[in-house]
């Protein structure tokens, strides 16, 4: 069993990473980011709630995303699992460790993607946007994430630093070198 948390500032790869590094651990792929537009897509109440945060670039509330990573947490094919995009908040920190004792379980690692500039990230993710649809993936909104992330989930590379389960990887270069070096840190662990 191996349950790990992925991270990293919006345009960093993480999601396309979270995708590999699930298979590699043979464990389910548990993206709040997907869930979330999964239910957009779908119409639910849950959707509906969301999409005005996310369209915005605004976090969902942490009950309302709290409440569906609990849910997904708790189904039989996560028992090995790697989170994409939660937490980001310490709020979400504190729950998580709160779900993972209801079910006996407990992070492996968590791989926090590093990549500093900036402008990089945003230009990466405005090129995304011509082939994303994704409503929050205009310039303005992806700049808007990028200062929530410094804002709000920054602050849990410490958090986890001193729970003495961090792994800092360099996010740039091609998708494979960064594979190959979260690979490493899987051995590793
Ligand atoms: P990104 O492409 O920036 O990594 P995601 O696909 O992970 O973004 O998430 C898209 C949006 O979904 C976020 O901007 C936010 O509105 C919402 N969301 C996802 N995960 C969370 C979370 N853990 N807490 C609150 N909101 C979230």
Known sequence: MTRLLIMGPPGAGKGTQAVGLAELIDGAHISTGDIFRANVANETELGKTAKQYMDAGKYVPD???????????????????????YPRTADQVIELDAILAEIGAKLDGVIALVVND?????QRMIKRAETSGRADDTEEVIRHRQDVYDEETAALVPI???????????????????AARIGSVVDGL
């Open 160 to 178: 986890y630093r001193d729970h003495g389960i961090l792994h800092e990887v360099e996010g740039t270069g091609t998708i494979d070198e960064v």
């Open 118 to 122: 900036r402008e990089e990230l945003v």
């Open 63 to 85: 009950e309302v995303t709290n409440a569906m990573v609990r849910d997904r947490l708790k189904q039989p094919d996560a028992e090995s699992f790697v989170l994409d995009g």
